[in-house]
């Protein structure tokens, strides 16, 4: 018989080698990312209220075209899937988790062409939460018309 | 203060986020697209309205918002045009998120090359 590990070992071996997640440290970065895009949204909206005079929706619309905006720009450039891949939730969750997927979509199926490449594969990542979206929207708004009238 | 709620806001969403996709394994695509309908679940039972007044900027940033603009748009549509009105003005409010990510990341595809 050949020189084996008994089961023992081998179990040690493979406990040694798997990579330890530490799960606190997760949470910690996607709620603190998470609560800094928040704040920067904040700022942005006290910015676009006091020194442009908007109202507070025009505001909001505004910091939503901003921070997808800049979060495109970012993966363009080509940090923000580190930053992604580092934040995890405390990135998708926000509205740059939707700028994101569409755009690194766009990037990557741009050299099959425009229409059979850009045109029909920028939704590839990004199509679920808009079908759902809707879906979902339909069947509340239905179910708060037939029950509040 | 506006800060702080809009701080405790958002990243107490994306923790709720990360502790599911962390017991789970569920993809980012999952995760979002959860989120959405969770967002218009919490607009119809009437917490996301208290929750933008509470923290402005950490919720309207949120893919949440997106599922509770839906909703909002569909309901009053459904009070202004009737029926109809639900499928007419369902994007009236989520249009500018959908409308700027499609007219952005086209233009980001135009004049940046994909790295790697």
Redesign the interface.
Known sequence: MGDYMNIDEYAKLVKEYTPK?N?AK??FW?????????????????CFVNCFGMS?TDA??Y???S???LA??F????FFDDWVSFA???L????T???H???S????Y??DGFISG?GSC?FR??G???????L??????????LIYG | MNFINSFLVAGLFCLLAEVIREYTRLTPGHMTSLFTIIGSFLSFIGIYPILLDFGRGGSSILICNFGASLYKGAIEGYYNYGFIGLFQEMLSYSGVALTSAIVISFLCALFFKPKN
Do not use: N, Q, W
Not at chain 1, 31 to 43: K, T
Not at chain 1, 92 to 95: C, H, M, N, S, V
Not at chain 1, 136 to 145: E, H, M, N, P, T
């Open positions: 997640e799960r997760h949470f996607a709620f603190f990312i998470g609560g800094l895009v928040g704040v920067f949204a904040e700022f942005l909206i006290h507070v909001g619309s910091t939503c075209l921070v997808i905006f495109s720009l993966t363009s450039l080509g995890k939730a405390g998708f969750i926000p509205t988790g939707f700028a997927a569409m755009t979509a766009a990037l990557d741009k050299h850009l920028i990542l990004a679920s939460v808009i079908l759902y979206g809707v979902g929207a339909l069947f509340f708004s239905v179910l708060g018309v």
